[in-house]
Each structure stands twice: as structure tokens, then as C-alpha cells.
């Protein structure tokens, strides 16, 4: 019987590093409508008894684009959920979900588990982060027959057929499993990475890397209806160049595209009444999601970076503030300067327009590691018949190295 699973679980709690700032020149290559070598989702969310306010899950898709063979990933599932500092049991966004319990502060945390998928020719699969896809739920996993003439054997491996003629099991999804979110409520992110020759640590830089292609769908349920928001996943290209100890160097000249210098946000003002309705009761909101490009996985270290934002609006006025991204930032723009939104350079009513653009840029870093940042964001729309839609964030140009080391 072939083994399923690796799925190793590894704790580390998010903390203040010295800054260093990678220099040189690179093209951001990192990519949402094409097959890559790295896929990254930014957010996923399970949060299915509503204890965040709405039920949520998160519908993954991960699809190999190789004509002809299988094709291996090796994933992390980033843990990013917090607990308040005064009850541990209850799980935190942001401090905003410990205030509103009176349970003190939203304390980060970072861990992830490890697992592999292995995908037939252009294949696609599917799962819901909270049930994951455990052992006989992959379409493709047998029992096989044995070679003639012993076709009326069934078997999974070679080993289970008589007289060596083997199994003919073809291309098949033996080897995989999917474990659900680590807990429930869940937000995080997911990184999988392509590999070959049967070994982890042997990322997949052949003739046939770029394979890998992703998307998302968080499902919030509403009481009558469901409302699901979808985005691509982030990929990064490899470049063939071989990789050494398992470093993965996202830069022009390294292992695999660099992560983009600038994320642009286009977005309308928290706040902003509907244009066409004119009903104050109907207000857009955003809510922005960042992740540090870069993670150390063999010791543990995850990534950190400081998020600048420079705001425009319509007027061309420009406003400024940042924020530390902590593993995972995720947060409702007019509450990334303030506890009061009302008083954000995200507010309509302070910017003075009902929308504009934000350019963010990661800076400072965990040595070795880089400052690069990818992200998604979700524009809501609120009233009586809520609905949301998730989008990718425009990327512009790169000045530095980003670094992803496994395990």
C-alpha cells in the first residue's frame, strides 16, 4: 500500500526582525492567468458555525496543464489564526474579534502542514478547505487490475500482483492527501510547489515546470442566498535553474520569477454611497489581504514585512500610512490607519471621492529572507442584498530578492 500523506504540523509565533533591504534590478513576472511552478493562494477562510459573523468556506482548485504524464505537488497550508490573549480558545482575525468578546488582544500565530497531491494529465481537483480530501475520495485511485493474465487480480501497487507482471494502474492520484483546515474558524493561505522524481526536496525545474494553475472561491452564506467571491491563485514561474538545498530564489537571475515590487489596488472609498441607487444605505467596503512572499519552512521563520500604502484619489491627492504584515495581514481598508473608520484616508468622507488607487510596497524583512508581498482583495457591497466579489491586485516592477527555503 503506497503511503498517502506526509503531513507534518510546525508551530512559530510571529515576532519583530531586524530590516534589510534587497537590492538590484528585476522584471515581476509573478502571474494570475498562467500555469507556474509556484501557486499561491493569499487568503483562505473557514468559519463555518458564522463565530466572524457569516458562515464562510473556501472552495480550492488546483489543476495540472501537462498533456501527457503526472505531475507532483508538495503544499504548506499557512495557519495565520490568532487567539485573544485573554481566553486562547477564542480564534482572532484581528483584535477587533477579541474586543468585540472582551477577550483582550488578537495574539498572531503562524503554522503550517505540509502535504502532497499528485495530479494526472490535465487534471483538475477540487475541495472545500474544511473537509480537505482524504484517502478514496481522489477520483482517480483505483483498485487497478493486475497485467495479463492475472486480470481478474485487483491491486494498487506491483508488489500485489503474482509472478512480477505488475499492476496496471496507469496515471492515477495514489500518493495524495489533503488535510482540512487545522481549525475552525481558519484564515491563511496555501503555497504549493511542483516537484519531481518522487522527492519533495527536488523542485521541478524540467522541460515541463509551469504546470500548476489555481483559483479560489470564498463562500460567505447569506440567509437566503449564498455568496461567493473568486480569485486567481498566484503563480511563479521557474527558470530552469537548478535549485540548491532546497532555496528557492524568486529574483531575475534565481530559481523562479520575482514577486512584484509594487501591488495597485483600485478600489472604491469605504464608505461610498451606490452611484446608481443613490440609497445611503447601500455602502461599499474593501477588505485587503497581504502575505509576505517569502517563508522559511525548515526552521520554521515565517515570513515579515512593513506594507507602505500611498492613496490616491480622484484629485490626484495623495495620503500615506503603513503597516506591519505580520504573516498574514487581513483587514477592512478603513480599519488599517484607525480603530475609527470614519476617520481613515480610506473613508469616502475623508478622502473626498468615491474612489482611487493604492500603491503598496513591502519593505524591511527577515534575513535572509525578503520584503516582497502578494495579496487579494474583496470589494463588498452592502444593503439588504449583500454580495462581495474577490479580485487580484495589478503588480508593477521588483528592486529586490525574495526567498522561500524548504524543508
Not at 26 to 37: E, G, H, M, V, Y
Request: charged share 15%; hydrophobic share 40%; with cysteine.
Amino acid at each position: 500500500m503506497i503511503s498517502v500523506v506526509k503531513a507534518a504540523t510546525r508551530w512559530a509565533f510571529c515576532a519583530a526582525a531586524s530590516v534589510v533591504i534587497f537590492a538590484g534590478i528585476a522584471s515581476a513576472r509573478s502571474t494570475t492567468n498562467r500555469p507556474a511552478s509556484i501557486v499561491v493562494w493569499p487568503k483562505i477562510v473557514v468559519d463555518t458555525t458564522g463565530a466572524w459573523g457569516t458562515p464562510t468556506d473556501t472552495k480550492l482548485m488546483l489543476s495540472s496543464t501537462n498533456p501527457s504524464g503526472i505531475k507532483q505537488a508538495h503544499c504548506f497550508y499557512i495557519n495565520a489564526t490568532g487567539h485573544c490573549s485573554l481566553n486562547n480558545a477564542v480564534a482572532c482575525r484581528n483584535s477587533l474579534d477579541c474586543s468585540l468578546r472582551e477577550a483582550g488582544e488578537c495574539v498572531p500565530s503562524w503554522s503550517e502542514t505540509d502535504f502532497d497531491v499528485v495530479l494526472t494529465q490535465e487534471q483538475p481537483l477540487a475541495w472545500y478547505a474544511s473537509d480537505g480530501l482524504a484517502r478514496g475520495q481522489f477520483p482517480l485511485e483505483g483498485p487497478f487490475r493486475c497485467n495479463a493474465p492475472f486480470n481478474n487480480f485487483q491491486c494498487f501497487t506491483d508488489a500485489q500482483c503474482p509472478n512480477g507482471v505488475g499492476c496496471n494502474s496507469g496515471q492515477s492520484n495514489l500518493g495524495s492527501a489533503i488535510p482540512p483546515a487545522p481549525e475552525d474558524p481558519f484564515i491563511g493561505a496555501l503555497v504549493c510547489v511542483q516537484y519531481t522524481g518522487g522527492s519533495q526536496s527536488v523542485p521541478d525545474q524540467t522541460a515541463t515546470r509551469n504546470r500548476l494553475y489555481g483559483d479560489a472561491t470564498i463562500v460567505r452564506l447569506l440567509e437566503e442566498q449564498a455568496d461567493p467571491a473568486r480569485y486567481n491563485a498566484i503563480g511563479l514561474e521557474a527558470s530552469g535553474q537548478p535549485v540548491q538545498d532546497g532555496r528557492l530564489v524568486l529574483a531575475e537571475g534565481g530559481n523562479y520569477a520575482s514577486c512584484p515590487g509594487v501591488l495597485i489596488l483600485s478600489h472604491l472609498f469605504d464608505g461610498a454611497v451606490d452611484p446608481i441607487s443613490n440609497t445611503p444605505a447601500v455602502q461599499y467596503g474593501t477588505e485587503l489581504t497581504l502575505v509576505p512572499c517569502s517563508n522559511d519552512f525548515l526552521t520554521q521563520t515565517p515570513g515579515r514585512a512593513v506594507a507602505q500604502f500611498l492613496v490616491f484619489n480622484e484629485f490626484e491627492q495623495r495620503f500615506s500610512t503603513s503597516r506591519t504584515v505580520d504573516c498574514l495581514f487581513d483587514s477592512v481598508l478603513s480599519r488599517i490607519d484607525t480603530r475609527n473608520p470614519s476617520r481613515s484616508i480610506f473613508s469616502a468622507g475623508v478622502a473626498g471621492s468615491l474612489a482611487g488607487q493604492t500603491r503598496i510596497r513591502g519593505v524591511g524583512g527577515v534575513p535572509p529572507l525578503g520584503s516582497g508581498l502578494l495579496g487579494v482583495a474583496r470589494a463588498v457591497l452592502g444593503g439588504v442584498a449583500a454580495s462581495s466579489a474577490a479580485y487580484d491586485l495589478h503588480q508593477q516592477g521588483n528592486a529586490r530578492s525574495d526567498l522561500i527555503i524548504l524543508p
